[in-house]
């Protein structure tokens, strides 16, 4: 699944290529949206800006109306020149949103539909939303008391719970648990208040680090990393290196597939150990 990264990215790049651009054609395979385009035309619009809200992604042109889009596990956006080959089979296309310079095509995306302000303000998912680790202002306070009233639930759960916490994905659950040092599988309730506020920490400063200047491209996961390394394939601590030795201590990377999308979960048994193991007191 797309992590909030991959969407503010292509949010943001989406906005450089369109902003106050006239849409000259708009497409789609989707029923509803067509309906829309129909009866009050996307032709002749501006696009007034796109943003990433959490991990929806919100087109918004003049005359007050937001196309919101949720990328889910496949969805992507592509940006071409007119004319320009695309780089995806046209039968995964979805959305095709035209001005003269761009051509934004939405491919697999699985979530769209048109809303006004009024009705986005009050849409259901976007209201539940926690925290967002890339806005402007993040309220690091709101998200530590949201995923504290989840005492039962595990913290990679609860990290990739998107109404305590905008943002994160498979891939960062994984290194910023690494990183804080806490198994996966520790509840809520036997984490100290300190450890919380270093998983904030870190996935408010990781997220930030890897929405930097590679903004190239929309393709997700492209060169992320945690490590701080330059090298290609040392950029992640522990995700996608399930039997490789961990970096720090040797010991071999865990995997850990569950639930209905086959979540992954990384960690270093040794780096981070479990609550319900007593670590050999040391001498
Ligand atoms: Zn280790």
Aim: charged share 25%; with cysteine.
């Amino acid at each position: 699944m797309p992590e909030g990264d991959t969407i503010f990215r292509a949010a943001r790049t989406l906005h450089r290529a369109l902003a106050t651009r006239t849409v000259t054609a708009f497409e789609s395979v989707y029923p509803a949206l067509t309906r829309v385009d129909v009866d009050t035309p996307l032709a002749g619009r501006q696009v007034a800006a796109v943003q990433a809200r959490g991990k929806h992604l919100l087109i918004e042109f003049t005359g007050d109306l937001i196309l919101r889009t949720h990328m889910r596990m496949h969805g992507s956006w592509h940006l071409y020149r007119p004319g320009e080959r695309w780089q995806r089979p046209r039968r995964d296309m979805r959305i095709v949103v035209s001005t003269a310079a761009f051509v934004a095509v939405g491919f697999n995306i699985p979530e769209a539909e048109f809303v006004d302000a009024a009705g986005l303000a009050r849409h259901r998912q976007l209201a539940a939303l926690g925290p967002d680790l890339l806005a402007a202002a993040f309220d690091r306070a709101e998200a530590s008391r949201r995923l504290r009233a989840r005492p039962d639930d595990t913290i990679a759960d609860v990290l990739l719970n998107q109404r305590v916490l905008a943002g994160i994905g498979n891939v960062f659950k994984s290194e910023i648990l690494f990183m804080a040092r806490v198994h996966p599988r520790t509840r809520v309730r036997d984490i100290t208040a300190d450890a919380v506020e270093r998983i904030l920490a870190i996935a408010a400063q990781q997220l930030r680090a890897n929405v930097g200047a590679r903004d190239r491209t929309l393709a997700p996961a492209a060169g992320r990393r945690t490590t701080g390394s330059l090298h290609p394939s040392k950029g992640l601590w522990v995700y996608g290196r399930a039997g490789e030795p961990c970096r720090i201590c040797g010991t071999a990377v865990r995997l850990e597939k569950d639930g209905a999308d086959a979540r992954l979960t990384y960690w270093c048994d040794c780096c981070q150990p479990g609550v319900s193991r007593t670590r050999p007191a040391v001498g």
